[in-house]
């Protein structure tokens, strides 16, 4: 039976995973984050002079640069069988067509393309990659019933999880949306007068459910997702393990 869960529950998750990772997340994401943006740098002392170099952001857009221009490789081993590199080939046309598909889906809501976001987040977030991954169908519209792939490259400063010796154990992914964009999306009615809202999608391996922050509802509600797993992907950003102080 599913275990229950609260909008208390998952507002709780994000609040106790930032305190956990406060100096990850700001000590180093959001300060990152200010270099690349140049934000004015202060001096100690009053008086001071002082200047803001712009050689972070001419450093990380090098790298950006690099990893845009990189091509696509796929490492698929199934053996010698000559009827196994027939099928690799298969799935990889068919792997390619679908990040080709991921990402007409991302340029049409005015986003990078896969590549291009995956590369900002490792160069100026840094910590993991992380990934949401799922084959949907349209539920209406001119589309009902069309297969689309629905890939979004996720925020590390912004999703927060938890693992244990099988995997992920909770993914809440958290992102700012406009109002209209979230009722019509859920097809419901918020009550905020804000133009923007703050979106908790919550998942765990047998359940997910999406809450708006601060309206205290869900606007959907925990449901069983039949999937065999949570659909993310989390994968650290260089060799350094995790490593405990002291």
Known sequence: EMAA????????????????????????????????TLKAYEPKEAGDQAYTSNKPRTMAD???QTINRSNLNFTLYWGD????????????QFLRGAIYAADLRLIAQLHP????????????RGGWLIARALIN???????KGQTYF?????????TFFDTCAEGLLWVVRRRVASRQAIEREYRVELNTPDKLVTVLDWWDSEANGVLIKGEGKFVKKPAEHDLKHIPFCVIPIGSQPLVSAG
Not at 81 to 92: G, L, N, R, V
Not at 113 to 124: D, E, K, M, N, T
Not at 137 to 143: E, F, I, L, Y
Request: net charge negative; with cysteine.
């Open 137 to 143: 169908k349209h539920g209406s519209g001119q589309k």
């Open 5 to 36: 869960i609260t909008e208390d529950g998952i507002e709780k998750l994000v609040k106790d995973r930032e305190e956990d990772w406060h100096e990850l997340y700001v000590g180093r994401m959001d300060a990152d984050y200010d270099w690349y």
């Open 62 to 64: 090098k790298y950006l």
């Open 113 to 124: 393309r896969l590549l291009g976001s995956f590369a900002w987040y490792a160069c100026i």
């Open 150 to 158: 629905d890939i979004i490259p996720c925020d590390p400063r912004n």
């Open 81 to 92: 069988d000559p009827a196994k590199k027939e099928q690799t080939s298969k799935i990889e």
